[in-house]
């Protein structure tokens, strides 16, 4: 008769008898620096707009984006993402605000670099879709298509005036085939070398970007499936993957992260440069929703989401919870 205390000899949860014990051997650890914040700043307002399906999160006025700025450096975060909202008026076909020096995301860059100088990443959205008429990220050819060839002269053209408004870092997220290169080339020919890529080499054609497009003031009509990656599919991941870095990708992205969590993870074990992973509008609304309705601990979702985003390979997280993540981790 086997009596109890001698088997089984192997219990692991001796590993998670109290809260010390399990912090001492927890494997996953999130850190302030770890998350980048995705902020956004619209033309022509005096105040904050709140965004309905995002609970907490606001089109920012110039003003209160070099606030949310400061506050970031001083929650220990290493960098924000900026996307730019232009006035409805001055959209167009080609989507003139996104290389005009004087269009909205170019002058909140030039806000935030003169705010926080090099205590914090200045990332920018290097896409068409905020800026042009139609919403799509690229431009349209006679048929309605979007041209990919053509939209990479304008990913060129947005790269040089975002590093000259005060980039550290440009982000190409249309999924345009060789935007990757074509952004290199156009960031050196300017003297830019020292501007670095964070390539959204994995990006899904995904519903949980639904917020979004009410933070970024989005015209589009139709789906982006012709140039966004397929929730089917994972294969295409890795050659996307490997295309980027090819052309001189100096940091990945996938996007969604946490229904993409496998991807995610085989993303990371083949990279040999830093992968990022993006939490998106749809993934913090869902939880922010769920909590006010009092179904599931905020807090707790929170940290969980963010680990296992972690936990699946990501270096650094972007996401609409950086700085209150962040204070609660210091």
């Not at 109290?18 to 927890?26: G, H, K, L, T």
């Not at 167009?92 to 995301?105: C, V």
């Not at 006679?142 to 060129?156: F, H, K, P, S």
């Not at 309705?293 to 699946?312: M, N, P």
């Amino acid at each position: 008769m086997t009596m109890y205390g001698s088997f089984p000899g192997s219990r692991p949860r001796r590993l998670r008898t109290s809260p010390v014990m399990r912090r001492m051997v927890a494997e996953t650890r999130l850190h302030p620096a770890d998350f980048i914040l995705p902020a956004f700043v619209r033309e022509g307002i005096s105040e904050p707009v709140p965004i309905s399906a995002m609970p907490g999160v606001v089109q920012h006025t110039r003003d209160s984006l070099k606030k949310a700025a400061a506050e970031a450096v001083a929650a220990g975060i290493s960098g924000i993402m900026l996307f730019g909202v232009p006035e409805e008026s001055k959209k167009d076909a080609l989507g003139t605000p996104g290389t005009d020096p004087d269009g909205i995301l170019q002058v909140a860059l030039r806000d935030v670099r003169a705010e926080v100088g090099d205590e914090l990443l200045v990332m920018s959205d290097l896409c068409l879709d905020e800026t042009t008429d139609h919403g799509h990220c690229g431009v349209l050819d006679e048929l309605g298509r979007v041209d990919n060839d053509a939209t990479l002269e304008r990913y060129a053209e947005m790269a040089q005036v975002q590093a000259d408004a005060g980039a550290h870092v440009v982000g190409p997220s249309g999924m345009m085939d060789g935007q990757i290169g074509v952004v290199r080339d156009a960031l050196d020919q300017i003297g830019r070398e020292d501007v670095a890529i964070l390539a959204y080499s994995v990006k899904y054609a995904s519903a949980f970007f639904g917020p979004f497009r009410e933070a970024v003031g989005s015209s589009l009509t139709g789906d982006r499936k012709t140039y966004q990656q397929d929730p089917a599919n994972a294969r295409e991941s890795m050659r996307e993957l490997a295309l980027d870095l090819e052309e001189g990708a100096d940091m990945v992205m996938v996007k969604p992260a946490g229904p993409y969590l496998d991807i995610l993870a085989k993303v990371a074990e083949v990279s040999d440069v830093p992968v990022a992973a993006y939490q998106i509008s749809g993934e913090y609304s869902m939880i922010e929703a769920a909590a006010e309705k009092g179904w599931i601990d905020r807090d707790k979702a929170i940290f969980e989401a963010l680990t296992g985003i972690k936990r699946a390979g990501a270096q650094n997280i972007l996401t609409y919870w950086a700085v209150e993540a962040a204070q609660k981790l210091r």
